[in-house]
């Protein structure tokens, strides 16, 4: 049951680009497959895995956070339960904090990335330069 549904979304991701590819660059049913999926793996792929490496990493930071946290308001708990607040009140505002920071990082992160540039018609009649599909030039 589960295999045919992941079938089914990565033969949707592959061709989600395919006629576009078609069209724009004149190319057969099988390689605009091909490169639909390539253009999906280029710019999503690498975004996704960045994405995750960067909430894997401050998502460990925040539970390791809430776990002393715990610990500690625990153990202020049986003495004073002001400074159990107390504790309680840093261990939010530094889970936030480690939040709001991870946030900005993605952020930062997925706008660095260098991402591919599209194709420019050309107004011009003229032959494209070699290298070039479909009258395409790239944007300077």
């Known amino acids: 049951m589960v295999r045919p549904a992941i079938v089914s979304v990565?033969?949707?991701?592959?061709?989600?680009?395919?006629v576009t590819v078609l069209v724009m660059e004149g190319?057969?049913?099988?390689?605009?497959?091909?490169?639909?999926?390539?253009?999906?793996?280029?710019?999503w792929g690498e975004q996704v895995v960045g994405n995750v490496g960067i909430s894997l990493v401050f998502g460990l930071l925040a539970l390791?956070?809430?776990?002393?946290?715990?610990?500690?308001?625990?153990?202020l708990a049986s003495v004073a339960a002001p400074l159990a607040?107390?504790?309680?009140?840093?261990?939010v505002i530094t889970v936030t904090?480690?939040?709001?920071?991870?946030a900005a990082v993605s952020g930062v992160s997925a706008s660095g990335r260098p991402r591919p540039?599209?194709?420019?018609?050309?107004?011009?009649?003229?032959?494209?330069?070699?290298?070039?599909?479909?009258?395409?030039?790239?944007?300077?």
């Open 97 to 102: 904090a480690i939040a709001l920071v991870g």
């Open 27 to 43: 190319v057969g049913p099988i390689e605009a497959v091909k490169r639909s999926g390539g253009l999906l793996k280029r710019t």
């Open 117 to 140: 540039r599209p194709c420019a018609r050309r107004a011009d009649p003229a032959p494209a330069p070699p290298g070039c599909r479909n009258g395409c030039s790239p944007r300077p």
């Open 10 to 18: 990565a033969w949707n991701l592959a061709t989600f680009l395919a």
């Open 85 to 91: 607040i107390g504790a309680l009140v840093l261990v």
């Open 64 to 75: 390791a956070v809430i776990l002393v946290g715990g610990a500690l308001v625990a153990m």
